[in-house]
């Protein structure tokens, strides 16, 4: 087993000490919310975070609390977004929609100031990347400024199918494969939509390049900016106590 692999539930078993400031229902089902992390009224900035599991229902959010809390130590206002992972395409993608938007809509109510409201980072891990790269490619060429930083993401969906990688997680998430539902790989894919995402959305993202889950090749091809970190691992980008921790730190909030 890889140290990665290891790595989430042990940060799993560690977000059970991280204790949000609230949490946000932005749907009726059980698994639309947020945990919201930091003092709304003293935050510098707003990070929307997507978790991530390669769309499985098993891994839920709980191995994105040490850096929610982490990051809102740094004095952001975190907000860790959950998703009904049961429903696969077009739920997942949905509910990441619907929650950015609820958790924007809220943000005022929550007593941020406008100078946090504005300095908006949108990120996302391994799926929760390829979540939110999708997200910013349906967003209006017209709107506000948004730092989008992905962390590892799953960039393109048809390589992933066709390498039958993470034990064909991407055909369970899809339900079908591209020949037989192309209109929803074009729907959901980040790179055959990449070239959609507005140029108000700045897209950095951050990939180690020991990385043994998504491949960092996957980064490299996808036209974004893009960081490597040299010697770091899928879980590395996520773990407080990493030594990457710091850099990846400053490239979101930075």
């Known amino acids: 087993m890889s140290v990665e692999s290891v790595r989430i539930p042990e940060l799993s078993a560690a977000g059970a000490e991280a204790v949000p400031a609230f949490r946000h229902a932005y749907g009726d089902a059980p698994e639309q919310f947020v945990e919201v992390y930091g003092d709304p009224a003293a935050a510098s900035a707003t990070v929307i975070f997507v978790h991530g599991g390669y769309f499985r229902p098993r891994t839920d959010l709980a191995h994105s609390r040490p850096l929610a809390r982490a990051l809102a130590e740094a004095g952001v206002l975190v907000a860790s977004v959950e998703y009904r992972r049961l429903g696969g395409q077009p739920l997942l993608l949905d509910d990441v929609t619907a929650a950015i938007e609820s958790v924007c809509a809220e943000l005022p109510h929550w007593g941020v100031s406008e100078q946090a409201r ?42 992933e199918v066709e390498g039958h990688l993470g034990d064909g997680a991407v055909l369970d998430y899809m339900g079908a494969l591209p020949e037989d539902d192309l209109e929803a790989y074009l729907h959901h894919d980040p790179r055959s939509r990449a070239a959609l995402i507005p140029a108000r959305v700045d897209v950095h993202s951050i990939h ?42 400053d490239l979101l909030l930075g």
């Open 118 to 159: 504005q300095n908006l980072v949108v990120s996302g891990h391994s799926a929760g990347g390829c979540l939110v790269l999708a997200w910013a490619s349906h967003l209006p060429a017209q709107g506000p400024r948004i730092r989008l930083r992905p962390l590892a993401p799953v960039t393109d969906l048809f390589r």
């Open 208 to 249: 180690g390049d020991a990385d043994a889950t998504v491949d960092v090749e996957f980064s490299r091809v996808f036209p974004a900016a893009l960081t490597e970190l040299a010697g770091a691992n899928h879980a590395d980008v996520i773990d407080p106590d990493s030594p990457y921790f710091a850099q990846v730190r």
